[in-house]
């Protein structure tokens, strides 16, 4: 147990390290438009949650008949 939390730990400061070089995502939250990439990946998101619903209603329709 002890190894497997060593090794996500491990992981997780070596994930942390690597996020922080990203110019790009600095530069784009000086600028104020990274919410706009978090806006336009939230409406696709939606996007396909609504479309999984919908196709599940039509297909439990379709099961009843």
Do not use: H, P
């Not at 400061?13 to 939250?29: C, N, P, T, Y």
């Amino acid at each position: 147990m002890l190894k497997i939390v060593t090794t996500f730990t491990l992981i997780w400061f070596w994930l942390q390290e690597r996020s922080s070089a990203v110019e790009m995502a600095d530069k784009l939250r000086e600028n104020g438009k990274i919410f706009v990439v978090v806006a336009i990946i939230a409406v696709i998101l939606i996007g396909l949650l609504v479309y999984l619903i919908s196709l599940d209603r039509k297909i439990s329709t379709l099961e009843k008949k």
